[in-house]
């Protein structure tokens, strides 16, 4: 079945860097990926919807210039979460579509990353 | 605008017994509708589906779910929980090439 990996599964830095995290489609083409944040003790919130080629799509009150997305290739897409604060802290999940497999209906989510910044 | 409702917030069964975690949904056409787990500290999983067809759809791990388009519900069941079930419960909806909306997640604790 279709796979997503996530990468690095966890990370801490330091307030005022950035940290990019991967997410990448191992067995299937995905020309959309979508990124989610997860607080504490409640559901999974969209960031934005990531299309390979093009510029990403920012749902309201996501800082775009904070969160980079980039999608250059069919299987990957990468979160760079800029001047991060301790308020970034948070569960970044990915999740993935194969749009020419027959499951394109099938989000698969990869394992997603937990980022703490001090 | 879609959205999806789980009113329980947390559930206690015993091991052995029956689980039935609801899902209401709101949209204006026929959704596609899901079912994650997530353990902690850990990814989504896809327990389920449903698209169209049948409107009892058969999962992994023995769970099952009922499509019912008269309720707007699409709750979640499994005859006989095991200890490791124990996780969080996300029900899910998209209109297909769109966005995922989330419920806000069932927390499962099973009691031995």
């Known amino acids: 079945g279709a796979v997503v990996s996530q990468h690095p599964s966890w990370v801490i830095c330091k307030s005022g860097t950035s940290v990019k995290i991967e997410c990448r489609s191992l067995?299937?083409?995905?020309?959309?990926m979508f990124w989610y944040r997860q607080f504490p003790k409640k559901s999974l919130m969209l960031m934005a919807t990531?299309?390979?080629?093009?510029?990403?799509?920012?749902e309201q009150g996501v800082e775009k210039d904070k969160f980079l997305i980039n999608h250059a290739s069919l299987t990957l897409s990468t979160l760079t979460v800029t001047s991060a604060h301790p308020e970034d802290s948070s569960f970044y999940i990915c999740?993935?579509?194969?749009?020419?497999?027959?499951?394109?209906?099938?989000?698969?989510f990869g394992s997603g990353t937990r980022l703490t910044v001090v | 605008a879609q959205s999806v409702t789980q009113p329980d917030i947390h559930i206690t069964v015993s091991e052995g017994a029956s689980l039935e975690l609801r899902c209401n949904y709101s949209?204006?056409?026929?959704?596609?509708l899901f079912w994650y787990v997530q353990s902690p500290g850990q990814g989504l999983q896809l327990l389920l589906k449903y698209f169209s067809g049948d409107t009892l759809v058969q999962g992994i791990k023995g769970f099952e779910a009922e499509f019912k388009r008269s309720q707007s519900s699409f709750n979640l069941r499994k005859p006989s929980v095991h200890w490791s079930d124990a996780a969080e419960y996300f029900c899910?909806?998209?209109?297909?090439?769109?966005?995922?909306?989330f419920g806000t997640g069932t927390k499962l604790q099973v009691i031995p």
């Open positions: 990531s299309n390979e080629g093009s510029k990403a799509t920012y």
């Open positions: 999740s993935a579509r194969d749009s020419t497999g027959q499951d394109k209906y099938g989000y698969t």
């Open positions: 949209y204006g056409a026929t959704p596609y």
């Open positions: 067995d299937f083409q995905a020309t959309t």
């Open positions: 899910a909806l998209t209109g297909g090439y769109q966005k995922v909306t």
